[in-house]
């Protein structure tokens, strides 16, 4: 009987140990953007158009089973802010979930979470998302850092500052536009 207990133990230890693989941790994904667009477009949800011109990739802010708001999402008394989202100098933004497909909707961040939650959905429908599209061809720059693991992250503002001022933005980041 000990024999089959320690069996059954070293199986579940081992199936746990197969099962339990964590995603890659966000700081070692590449991805980081900076960018700068034709508009103000700061407050704006992003989401990614394919060529035919569908929404393949949007957000999801709110998670209704567990009646939860993503920890990316920043709620003040006076705006609803995303966090992985940071101004810098001459009209430029450091980000995350942007890419060459991305485009803006007139949706602000505050105004995707209240549809969210009021329909206790997460996400907001891709029919309804087309509807607000703002702009199509958004950038006038766009940078990526594509190293594994990245580089840079949102806290290094003052960094990523000192490139534009040296206009060396293209030394450490792969220019898309």
Not at 43 to 65: C, F, Q
Not at 74 to 84: G, N, Q
Request: with cysteine; aromatic share 14%.
């Amino acid at each position: 009987m000990k024999v089959i207990v320690r069996l059954l133990l070293l199986c579940g230890v081992a199936i746990l140990a197969a099962f339990s693989c964590e995603k890659e941790p966000q700081a070692t994904a590449p991805g980081l953007a900076v960018y700068k667009t034709k508009g103000d477009y700061f407050y704006n949800v992003s989401v990614g158009m394919n060529k035919k011109g569908e929404i393949y990739w949007h957000p999801a802010y709110y998670n209704p089973r567990y009646e939860s708001i993503d920890p990316r999402i920043r709620i003040t008394e006076d705006d609803t802010v995303y966090t992985l989202r940071t101004r810098l100098i001459y009209g430029y933004i450091f980000g995350s979930e942007i890419g060459k497909n991305s485009i803006f909707l007139d949706f602000t961040f505050k105004e995707h979470l209240q549809y969210e939650i009021e329909h206790n959905s997460s996400g907001v429908p891709t029919k309804l998302l087309s509807e607000h599209i703002l702009d199509t061809d958004p950038f006038l720059e766009l940078y990526f850092d594509q190293n594994r693991p990245r580089k840079y992250e949102i806290s290094d503002t003052a960094e990523i500052n000192q490139m534009i001022r040296n206009d060396e933005l293209e030394k450490y980041f792969e220019k898309i536009k």
